[in-house]
């Protein structure tokens, strides 16, 4: 519990808007998106960078930890407090005025609590938009923490390469506040500070302001759906796409036949566009997009696609075995409803984890191999960013399957999966989640003792205090 | 000098091509490319991580200070050694075995001393490339040290957005192998160590490895040259390009009166597309270009550029007033001559600085409005990449200018240039060069206390050892 002479201090400085403390009210502040309820006695909701490093010099001084929170949509427990009830949340969400948009640069400077609807909803009728595409709909801040990447990474990058500046603020004894705000996309005068806390999940500062790159919004976007010859023809496909598709190619998703089916069965709205019964082993979603409207005597997009594909198809060896062209709704229709459709088969232990792009179909082939033997009741349905490399690893268990009942399954099967990815395989064990305090295992387990070193080093250097859920130090 | 003895030891280490200590041998490690000539009596070429390892370990428990040295193209003085023959270089033009390439993954892991003409000779065949554009022939260790930019900045962004990951050689007694030579796109896992030794001029850690994004070579390229309706229509016209050529994009390139003229009389081979004598006063060169073969039924690629400066011609208040559309090597041609074209007018003074986009052409007119009354005897000769915000600030004196018999005309000129740059126009005094010791002092002056603070801690954690031409201690 927080010292009701501290909540009083605190709210002298932010005003009673700007403190929380009845439970109703603390409840959101303590529920992740997906996982996760912890408990806190005070959430802090700072309006300025200001009113930032005024409580976290306040909270340093005086012993209180702190856990910045931001959308509150991540899935490794990252922002909520832990169950002491010592933590105080210091919440983004009403940092979210300034936004000065320079159409010049295709930049925009913000405050780091806009919402990604919110940001773009103001950037849509520039013809522009933040090029970060996510099922869920965080705040900034928390999107540059965790460095969220998404399914149009392979045109756009992640979040780290579309920030250009930073303000943060540190935990000290000063609140110290950062200024690496700079708004130029090339600058080598020293160390690109704003870099160490891209994707380390608020453990380095709390990022309240930043400058972002801005794309052009897609006009005209083609979509299909695409059935790989074989497993083995997944990442030829790509290449294939790739070399005649280049910069107009926004996405490439590989989705399994057990997620497709799932989804298929629970969703009855989709458009199947397989024989019923026949859903292919594999199957890729392609888009491509350009920025322009239809010009005269332009060839069609679909038309594009068409063509690249009837080349693909006339390959030796053609990497294709059917393809069907269709609208881009109902065509990503299917893709966002894998989630929907596999949770209906049971419980859902999702593993965000990436490879080589070359590498994923044999990881996730090697999986379903050992995993009768292994874990006889769980079903892989997997489904990802094959582009990027990136893959969503979903288990499911039977909801009555003995497995539920034994507290060591879930640990053992974590344990497993990484070992093979990581070990094996030389992948990453949180390809866009970050760490949170559901990684943290990991990070302890996968990191070698001199780059831990160096980040307990680090730490000391920027938020000596504890700040965050991840431990570095 | 380096004591004998300590030369025979490091024979020993790396035999005796390793181990370069005749004057004669030694001067092309003492020269810099363009400016800078320093001295030494011994450069070491190792040949694989361990040895630069070993000597490094030898090196700093010898209290002997090291220049790393890759293709020793910079403009900064980074990467020759100091007048004091003190220093050792450390060379990298022997590190160049390793070559893995991954078509899959559309990456390289390579050794860090491939020159960037071999690397793209021998991806050209697999139709990929390197997409960095340099006038240079660097080393790709180097490349990574300044982070490198250039001309297609605008399409595939600098070094650090194609480095996937990196080896490095801390220069501490154990010259430590740090091994962050990821080829995973998507990997949030902690911090991003390799970020700290990517444009920090070697200070932080030798690289001697790493894994490079590839990008498809394009196929098709279109070019034109573009005379805008004023200078503050440069930007309009480079967001008119950007709605209509989204990512075709890939150069916006702008030139001064003062450079494209002096190009025209000393270069007589250039096309000179203008009348004579009528030469713009601002000219653009813009490209656009896919990575496909010509396909049967999509319009050309010069249609697609003339339909589109077609559409922009009929804006109102149309940002355009010429526009020839030509032959790419004839078009570039005059980019390239800018340089060879300036040199003629007298001497050269450069700066490599970078503004937000829509401030280029302010900051330039502020100069040229300024400059009369400060250097009466200085013509500026600007040109840049409009795209990213880079601008090649050159200023041209008379080789008969009293200016250049004062000791402080060039410190005096340098120290308002950026002084107007960096306090005024909120820019960089280094885009694309990195710091050396040349912007040595520029980093002392506009780099806040704290962040010299935190670099000095950052470079105890790291290479705690005095490494390369830049002091971050």
């Known amino acids: ?6 909540i009083d201090a605190l709210a002298g400085i932010l005003g009673d808007k700007g403190v929380v403390t009845r439970p109703e009210d603390l409840e959101a ?36 930890a702190l856990i910045p929170q931001s959308g509150n949509t991540g899935l490794v427990s990252g922002s909520t407090p832990d169950p002491s009830g010592d933590e105080a949340v210091l919440s983004l969400d009403r940092l979210a005025k300034r936004f000065e948009l320079d159409l010049d640069n295709r930049s925009v400077r913000l405050d780091a609590g806009f919402r990604l609807s919110d940001l773009n909803r103001k950037l849509e009728e520039h013809g522009l938009f933040f090029p970060i595409d996510l099922g869920a709909d965080p705040r900034i801040g928390g999107m540059i923490a965790t460095n969220t990447g998404g399914s149009r990474f392979l045109k756009y990058g992640d979040v780290r390469r579309n920030t250009l500046g930073l303000k943060v603020v540190l935990a000290d004894a000063d609140g110290t506040v950062l200024d690496l705000q700079c708004d130029l996309r ?23 302001e930043c400058v972002l790159n801005l794309e052009r919004l897609p006009q005209q976007t083609a979509t299909a759906l695409l059935v790989p010859a074989s497993g083995a023809h997944v990442l030829p496909l790509l290449r294939a796409m790739e070399e005649r598709l280049g910069a107009y190619l926004s996405a490439f998703e590989g989705m399994s036949k057990n997620a497709v089916t799932a989804a298929f069965a629970h969703v009855p709205s989709l458009k199947n566009p397989f024989q019923a019964g026949q859903v292919p082993d594999y199957v890729i979603l392609a888009e491509i997009s350009r920025t322009w409207a239809p010009r005269e005597g332009e060839q069609s997009l679909d038309a594009v696609l068409e063509s690249a594909l009837a080349e693909i198809w006339e390959m030796e060896e053609a990497p294709l075995a059917d393809a069907f062209v269709g609208p881009p709704h109902e065509i990503w229709a299917l893709r966002h409803a894998l989630s929907e459709g596999v949770k209906h088969l049971g419980k859902l232990i999702a593993f965000d984890v990436s ?119």
Chains 1, 2 share one sequence.
């Open 1 to 6: 519990m927080i010292d009701k002479l501290h």
């Open 29 to 64: 502040y303590e529920t992740g998106a997906r996982y996760d309820r912890g408990r806190t006695s005070l959430v802090l909701r700072p309006a300025t960078t200001e009113e930032v490093s005024a409580v976290v010099a306040y909270c340093v001084t005086s012993g209180i």
């Open 355 to 473: 490879f080589r792009r070359g590498d994923i179909m044999a990881f996730c082939d090697h999986m379903k191999a050992e995993m009768p033997s292994k874990f006889p009741d769980v079903t892989v349905c997997d489904f990802g960013h094959i582009g990027d490399g990136g893959v969503h690893f979903n288990l499911v268990v039977p909801k009555d399957s003995d497995l539920l009942k034994d507290e060591t399954f879930e640990p053992r099967l974590r344990e497993w999966v990484f070992a093979v990815a990581v070990e094996e395989y030389h992948g990453s064990f949180s390809a866009e989640h970050a760490i949170g305090r559901r990684n943290q295992a990991y990070y302890d387990l996968y990191t070698p003792d001199k780059l831990k070193d160096m980040a307990a080093g680090l730490k000391t250097l920027t938020s000596p205090a504890k700040l965050g859920s991840v431990r570095f130090g």
């Open 186 to 208: 090339k600058n080598n005068t020293g160390v690109d500070w704003k870099q160490i806390f891209v994707g380390t999940s608020g453990a380095f500062g709390i990022v309240t």
